[in-house]
């Protein structure tokens, strides 16, 4: 059974910063690219990162770039993002979901992910 399991969400400044991390098991992580999306009340769930399977690609979205780093380490089956100068609009609910990929480029479209955390919930206070 596939799990992924999301930690390091909370409440944080504006300007702070915070670390998730997401736990993968019952998968051989390796032939999957990792994302990391994020959804706010009322708006569409969002790819705010990617990073391809072997870690030497990654995607952000324009709204990040600059701010958030996705990172992965494969021999403890999670990946990571590290979010930096937090800001009020990067309030949501974060998921990280696996896709099946071996591919070099990291995937930059929302589609075709197989497997879903819970979410964990970030709020930025102004």
């Known amino acids: 059974q596939v799990q992924l399991v999301e930690s390091g969400g909370g409440l944080v400044q504006a300007g702070g910063s915070l670390r998730l991390s997401c736990a993968a098991s019952?998968?051989?992580?390796?032939?999957?690219?990792m994302g990391w999306f994020r959804q706010a009340p009322g708006k569409e769930r969002e790819l705010v990162a990617s990073i391809n399977w072997s870690g030497g690609s990654v995607y952000y979205s324009d709204s990040v770039k600059g701010r958030f780093t996705i990172s992965r380490a494969n021999a403890k089956n999670t990946v990571y993002l590290q979010m930096n100068s937090l800001k009020p609009e990067d309030t949501a609910i974060y998921y990280c979901a696996a896709k099946r990929s071996t591919y070099y480029r990291a995937p930059n479209e929302r589609d075709g992910y197989e497997y879903w955390g819970q979410g964990t919930q970030v709020t930025v206070s102004s």
């Open positions: 019952g998968l051989t992580f390796s032939n999957f690219a």
